[in-house]
């Protein structure tokens, strides 16, 4: 049998099933008019963003950024719990519009903006971070083209990678962001230009579970923030930290030491370099507010046997949730948690594997796992599902079309 992922401590049960906000999940599905669901809790978002703000300095800034989970309910329950909002496309500017979250808290990174996700972006009075001196020049003659002052920032790539991290974003060559050593020569340049200079964007990477690690990438990214404004010759109002606080997904996998890195930080905080003196701070996070939130819901719908191994084939999958099924960024396949959520509390009785509807071995959802004796009609429980699942999964696979989602 191979172990599942940990689920997240924050689930209770009713009756025998999953409960999530104190409903089973079966009045869940009622209520959103069947499976596959995402169910994503207002209140576990609410409790996780109490909980870093405990730990973290009281004038550090939280951005939620949109990636994770641009479900609209989401992005306007984000505008009262967070300080501002990284968006990385059109797109979600145009969520972040609709939900009407203040453009003045909304800052735009991504390597490849095109001239009209700029030009959107620029007079809505969204924060650019510009990603390379041609982007500069375009934002800048897009800016006047419409005659506002442009809100420029520059995403720096660091010359340091976030260790342990799930996906790196910095240290040495990559698409993002601007060489370290280039970016005081800018900075002097969009100010002369007469850009509204915001400052500095640094990400090094994602999904660390090493308070470590952590500690080490921001201790890092203030001394790089203080190195590149001391060599600029300019003010330097903000600084975006970065984020990568990770969630754990696997078995073994222990939570982040939050107040751990919150105290780090908060001694960095209380003793900065002049150049950082008069700076304001953020850090911007997606997954470590919404992951455990979420839940995604399928139904078993046959129970099939082949060569002695048990298979709950159900109406989900990978095209809802590539990263459970294997396949966003992971080398080798384990286990997310996983569990019959219509016996939550029943004891494991046999190893099944659960699948996807999916006509490809690639859509598994469990693998050889342990399991109460599940049957046609039972739901399964997907959960670390709030971050990168609806949105980062293949919906349109084999014709399947979105799952539905729900915000309790
Ligand atoms: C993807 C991304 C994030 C969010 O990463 P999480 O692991 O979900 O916290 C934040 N900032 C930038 C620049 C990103 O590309």
């Given at each position: 049998?191979?172990?599942?992922?940990?689920?997240?401590?924050?689930?209770?049960?009713?009756?025998?099933?999953?409960?999530?906000?104190?409903?089973?999940?079966?009045?869940?599905?009622?209520?959103?008019?069947?499976?596959?669901?995402?169910?994503?809790?207002?209140?576990?978002?609410?409790?996780?963003?109490?909980?870093?703000?405990?730990?973290?300095?009281?004038?550090?800034?939280?951005?939620?950024?949109?990636?994770?989970?641009?479900?609209?309910?989401?992005?306007?329950?984000?505008?009262?719990?967070?300080?501002?909002?990284?968006?990385?496309?059109?797109?979600?500017?145009?969520?972040?519009?609709?939900?009407?979250?203040?453009?003045?808290?909304?800052?735009?990174?991504?390597?490849?903006?095109?001239?009209?996700?700029?030009?959107?972006?620029?007079?809505?009075?969204?924060?650019?971070?510009?990603?390379?001196?041609?982007?500069?020049?375009?934002?800048l003659?897009?800016?006047?083209?419409?005659?506002?002052t442009?809100?420029?920032?520059?995403?720096?790539?660091?010359?340091?990678?976030?260790?342990?991290?799930?996906?790196?974003?910095?240290?040495?060559?990559?698409?993002?962001?601007?060489?370290?050593?280039?970016?005081?020569?800018?900075?002097?340049?969009?100010i002369a230009a007469g850009a509204e200079?915001?400052?500095?964007?640094?990400?090094?990477?994602?999904?660390?579970?090493?308070?470590?690690?952590?500690?080490?990438?921001?201790?890092?990214?203030?001394?790089?923030?203080?190195?590149?404004?001391?060599?600029?010759?300019?003010?330097?109002?903000?600084?975006?930290?970065?984020?990568?606080?990770?969630?754990?997904?696997?078995?073994?996998?222990?939570?982040?030491?939050?107040?751990?890195?919150?105290?780090?930080?908060?001694?960095?905080?209380?003793?900065?370099?002049?150049?950082?003196?008069?700076?304001?701070?953020?850090?911007?996070?997606?997954?470590?507010?919404?992951?455990?939130?979420?839940?995604?819901?399928?139904?078993?719908?046959?129970?099939?046997?082949?060569?002695?191994?048990?298979?709950?084939?159900?109406?989900?999958?990978?095209?809802?949730?590539?990263?459970?099924?294997?396949?966003?960024?992971?080398?080798?396949?384990?286990?997310?948690?996983?569990?019959?959520?219509?016996?939550?509390?029943?004891?494991?009785?046999?190893?099944?594997?659960?699948?996807?509807?999916?006509?490809?071995?690639?859509?598994?959802?469990?693998?050889?796992?342990?399991?109460?004796?599940?049957?046609?009609?039972?739901?399964?429980?997907?959960?670390?599902?709030?971050?990168?699942?609806?949105?980062?999964?293949?919906?349109?696979?084999?014709?399947?079309?979105?799952?539905?989602?729900?915000?309790?």
């Open positions: 049998m191979k172990p599942l992922g940990p689920i997240p401590a924050q689930f209770g049960s009713s009756d025998g099933e999953l409960a999530i906000a104190g409903r089973t999940a079966a009045d869940l599905v009622e209520q959103a008019g069947g499976t596959p669901l995402f169910v994503y809790s207002r209140q576990l978002i609410a409790d996780r963003i109490a909980r870093l703000r405990a730990a973290m300095p009281g004038d550090l800034a939280i951005h939620y950024a949109v990636k994770a989970n641009p479900y609209l309910p989401i992005i306007q329950a984000m505008d009262e719990l967070v300080d501002g909002f990284d968006i990385a496309s059109g797109g979600e500017l145009a969520r972040v519009i609709e939900a009407k979250i203040d453009p003045a808290a909304v800052s735009f990174a991504g390597p490849g903006k095109r001239d009209d996700e700029l030009s959107a972006a620029i007079c809505a009075g969204v924060t650019i971070n510009l990603e390379s001196e041609a982007e500069a020049e375009r934002a003659r897009r800016a006047e083209a419409a005659g506002v442009p809100r420029l920032a520059i995403r720096v790539n660091p010359d340091f990678d976030l260790k342990g991290s799930g996906m790196k974003m910095g240290g040495g060559a990559k698409p993002f962001g601007l060489d370290a050593e280039r970016v005081p020569a800018l900075v002097r340049q969009i200079w915001r400052g500095f964007h640094i990400f090094a990477g994602s999904q660390a579970l090493s308070a470590d690690a952590i500690i080490e990438t921001q201790a890092q990214t203030l001394a790089l923030a203080a190195r590149l404004a001391r060599a600029s010759g300019a003010a330097l109002p903000h600084v975006n930290l970065g984020g990568g606080f990770g969630i754990p997904y696997f078995p073994g996998e222990e939570p982040l030491d939050l107040e751990k890195v919150g105290a780090a930080l908060a001694e960095r905080m209380a003793d900065l370099p002049d150049e950082l003196a008069d700076t304001r701070f953020c850090i911007e996070l997606g997954r470590y507010l919404v992951g455990e939130a979420g839940v995604y819901l399928t139904r078993i719908i046959e129970r099939k046997v082949s060569h002695g191994e048990v298979f709950l084939i159900t109406d989900g999958g990978m095209h809802h949730q590539l990263a459970a099924s294997g396949n966003f960024g992971t080398v080798v396949r384990r286990n997310y948690p996983v569990a019959i959520a219509s016996r939550f509390t029943a004891r494991t009785e046999e190893e099944a594997s659960v699948v996807g509807c999916l006509c490809t071995p690639l859509d598994r959802l469990a693998d050889k796992a342990g399991f109460p004796r599940a049957e046609v009609g039972d739901l399964v429980a997907v959960f670390c599902a709030g971050a990168y699942g609806a949105s980062a999964s293949p919906m349109h696979f084999l014709g399947q079309g979105p799952a539905r989602e729900l915000l309790v």
